[in-house]
């Protein structure tokens, strides 16, 4: 009996030592969420006009034609977007004589160019203007290939290949243009 009173006294001993079985943590989980808005940003141009100063050639075998204008580049800094297939596009418009009376035989009121938007995707967005003597047709838009990835990069927009229709002398005044940059997602074909 002594032994069995031992082994009982035993029993209660390890039984107040272990902790009561009711529950005293408890765990939950509860889940956070957002959203993230496609977003593409053009960074906003070095300088918003490209000046390129006297375009005709005032000596020489050449007075009164285009003279040979350089390249002229703007970048867009931390230009981005932050989701795939994205595409950049450029739509030009030639320099057209402020002037708009119709050019007389052997002279034009057009300057053409190439305007390239470059850095972004494996293919350039260019477009070529080629506006006729009298300034019209003056419009032209290029795409690129589209960028599969989301990026941030610089792009650089470039004028290059200045021409006048026909290389006709030019028609006295100023000239404007424009070149607009949109950075887009893929367009989708239509059904």
Same mark, same amino acid.
């Given at each position: 009996m002594k032994t069995l009173f031992l082994t009982a006294t035993a029993v209660a001993l390890v039984a107040a030592a272990t902790p009561a079985s009711a529950q005293d943590t408890d765990?939950?989980? /509860?889940? /956070?969420?957002?959203n993230v808005s496609r977003l593409c940003i053009l960074g906003a141009p070095a300088s918003t006009v490209i000046d390129l100063g006297q375009m005709a050639e005032t000596s020489g075998a050449r007075v009164g034609k285009l003279t040979t204008i350089g390249n002229k580049s703007v970048t867009l800094p931390g230009s981005f977007c932050n989701f795939a297939n994205s595409v950049v596009t450029v739509d030009a418009t030639a320099l057209v004589a402020s002037d708009t009376t119709a050019a007389q035989t052997g002279f034009a009121r057009a300057v053409n160019f190439t305007a390239t938007a470059s850095n972004?995707?494996?293919?350039?967005? %260019?477009?070529?203007?080629? %506006?006729?003597?009298?300034? %019209?047709?003056a419009t032209a838009t290029g795409s690129g290939s589209v960028q599969p990835l989301p990026k941030l990069s610089d792009i650089s927009l470039t004028l290059s290949a200045y021409s006048a229709p026909g290389d006709l002398l030019? /028609?006295?005044?100023?000239?404007?243009?424009?070149v607009t940059v949109t950075l887009?997602?893929?367009?989708?074909p239509a059904p």
């Open positions: 765990t939950g989980t /509860v889940s /956070v969420t957002g972004w995707a494996a293919t350039n967005a %260019a477009a070529t203007t080629g %506006a006729d003597r009298q300034g %019209a047709g030019m /028609v006295a005044g100023g000239y404007t243009g424009s887009a997602p893929q367009a989708t």
